[in-house]
């Protein structure tokens, strides 16, 4: 069966420091890949998504930038993190169907 | 730009009782609606899908339906458990492809014993 995993669960980083956020899939292969961004009380925002080895799409313009080194790892980075870059991150694959499957995600807190 | 919407406000309902979540949505024609559970600090968690050309879904205790002329999906729980107290959400997916979804706020269900 398949799993998703990310790390770390918590994250508590201050103003200017950089980010390193990873998602790994087992189980499957050529996944679509997807990081999602969750504020308190709003709906997730796609940030970015993957469709295969080295192969990035952005849907928002910001700090952030994604990478995916290997088949099932996606990795969510930022050279200086903002306030506003708090959130809930969270990691997501798809294969052949419509569905979405999320990871647990990772709270992050920018002071 | 695309809008969806959904109940901000919590819904409180009795064990037992139907629960009814509304997810609206503008300037968009999804090929497909898809709804979610996510509990607190957890990710969401799929529970159905519905395409543009059904009209209703049926899983266990869970319904869907979905107009596109009033561009609405109503998500149904019947006989409602305390343990399905969450989060749910309604997400959109687009015509020609799997890739993108537009997610609503999601409504919190509290189901009171």
């Known amino acids: 069966s398949q799993t998703i995993h990310q790390w770390p669960a918590t994250l508590v980083q201050p103003v200017g420091s950089p980010l390193s956020l990873e998602c790994t899939v087992e189980?499957?292969?050529?996944?679509?890949l997807y990081w999602y961004r969750q504020a308190a009380g709003r709906g997730l925002q796609l940030l970015f998504y993957s469709v295969g080895i080295g192969q990035i799409s952005s849907e928002v313009p910001q700090n952030l930038s994604a990478s995916r080194p290997q088949d099932r790892q996606f990795i969510l980075s930022s050279k200086k993190l903002l306030l506003s870059d708090s959130g809930f991150y969270l990691c997501a694959w798809r294969w052949a169907g419509a569905e979405q499957f999320f990871g647990p995600g990772t709270r992050l807190t920018v002071l | 730009s695309q809008k969806i919407e959904q109940n901000s406000e919590a819904l409180n309902i009795q064990e037992g009782k139907t629960a009814t979540l509304t997810c609206n949505y503008t300037n968009y024609s999804p090929a497909y609606l898809q709804w979610y559970r996510q509990d607190p600090g957890r990710g969401p968690v799929f529970l159905l899908l519905?395409?543009?050309?059904?009209k209703e879904k049926r899983k266990e205790r869970l319904k869907v339906t979905f107009d596109t002329t009033l561009k609405q999906s109503l998500f149904h729980i019947t006989a409602s458990q305390p343990a399905d107290s969450a989060t749910y959400l309604c997400?959109?997916?687009?015509?020609?492809?799997?890739?993108?979804?537009?997610f609503g706020a999601g409504t919190r269900l509290a189901v009171h014993p």
């Open positions: 519905i395409r543009e050309n059904e």
């Open positions: 189980g499957t292969s050529n996944p679509n």
């Open positions: 997400a959109l997916g687009p015509p020609g492809g799997y890739n993108k979804l537009i």
